[in-house]
Every structure is written in structure tokens, then in C-alpha cells.
């Protein structure tokens, strides 16, 4: 059993200076991080790896993407969906929509993406709903790995998704 920092810096190749900030990076409550503790050092190794990972894939993915959600849609009318990849990298994107009604579930559309720019319509028959619409991108990488957009942020304050009221 790993008992401190210290070895939990020894056990993941991290210095002791990283292991606070790895920790509070990966937004462990306390509680969390004790449990952690009592990993054996080869869990420790694969939870913090892959935690540091996503997060890592997670601010990859927010510095290479572009948004702009629409003002508001039309009732009844398709909504257009763009999202631009600043990267040159061929992505399976998804879109990921649903109204703003947690009882639903979301519904994915694969997005047809050229030169970076992907695009995708929220079919009319689906905008033809009193709920304003929620929708994030689903963005997987080919390697196993994939990632949202917008997602959270590094302190978890950001809503996740995004939200397009009727006219």
C-alpha cells in the first residue's frame, strides 16, 4: 500500500512537487484522495495516467475548437450546426442534442466534416417543440480516446453544453 505523497510521486514518475497539483488538477475531494492513497502502486499508476490523460485531451480539445451556437432557431425549421477543427485531423464527430427536458434523452447525428469544418442539422420535425435545445460535440480520435466540446472546464464551473431558445 502507498501511505503519502511521496510515494504516489515515486510509484506515477511524478516529483513531489507535482503530486499536490496532479491531485488537485484531477479534482479529488479528500475523501477521493485517500482512497487513491490505498491504491497499490500499479492501480495508482493506471488511475492517475488516466485521469491526467483526459484532462490533457481535454484542453487539447478545447484550444483546437470553434463554435459559434446559433442565436435561436425557428420552430419547425432544421437547425444548422457548425463546428471547425483547427487541426488537420480527420474526426468521426458526433453531434449530441436533445431538448432541455431531463427526461429525454440526447440523440447522435454523426456530422459530415470537410477541411476541418463539420456540419450537422437538428431535423425540423425535432426543433418542432415548445423546449429550447441543448447539444454538445462528441469528439473521438481513431486511438480509443475521445473527448466533449464544450465539456468542463478545469474547475468544473462551465455548463457543459449548449442552449438555443426558440424566436
Known amino acids: 500500500m502507498v501511505n503519502s505523497r511521496a510515494e504516489i510521486a515515486r510509484h506515477c514518475g511524478l ?15 479528500d475523501e477521493t484522495q485517500e482512497h487513491v492513497l490505498a491504491f497499490s502502486p500499479r ?14 485531451a481535454d484542453e487539447e480539445a478545447f484550444s483546437c475548437c470553434e463554435h459559434a451556437p446559433p442565436g435561436s432557431f425557428v ?6 450546426v457548425e463546428l471547425l477543427i ?19 434523452p440526447h ?4 456530422m459530415e466534416g470537410e477541411d ?9 420535425a425535432y426543433t418542432d417543440s415548445p423546449y429550447p435545445l441543448q447539444y454538445y460535440f462528441e469528439l473521438p480520435d481513431g486511438a480509443g480516446r475521445a473527448w466533449l466540446h464544450p465539456g468542463f472546464n478545469e474547475v468544473l464551473w462551465n455548463q457543459p453544453y449548449y442552449v438555443v431558445r426558440q424566436k
Open 15 to 29: 516529483s513531489r512537487a507535482r503530486v499536490t497539483p496532479v491531485m488537485s488538477l484531477l479534482h479529488l475531494p
Open 43 to 56: 492501480e495508482q499508476r493506471l488511475y492517475s495516467g488516466r485521469r491526467l490523460a483526459q484532462w490533457e
Open 107 to 110: 440523440v447522435g447525428v454523426q
Open 86 to 104: 483547427s487541426d488537420a485531423v480527420s474526426l468521426d464527430v458526433r453531434l449530441c442534442y436533445r431538448h432541455v427536458n431531463q427526461a429525454e
Open 116 to 124: 476541418g469544418c463539420y456540419r450537422a442539422r437538428i431535423p425540423a
Open 75 to 80: 420552430r419547425g425549421e432544421p437547425m444548422p
